[in-house]
């Protein structure tokens, strides 16, 4: 486990700790921005209740 400040977590660091990778197109992520949801009458309410 690594033990460091916020400051010292490079992008780097970061990378290495985590094995992340950047990648330039998700499939998975296309189709998450595509889905087209809708927001029932209880989930509008309680939505704008967490805004306040």
Known sequence: M???TF???VLDKLDKAFNL???WQSE???RW???DETVDE???QTLQQ???
């Open 7 to 9: 400051k010292e977590w």
């Open 50 to 52: 967490l805004q306040c």
């Open 42 to 44: 209880f989930e509008q």
């Open 21 to 23: 990778k950047q990648v």
């Open 33 to 35: 921005q595509n889905n």
């Open 28 to 30: 998975l992520l296309a």
């Open 2 to 4: 690594n033990s460091s």
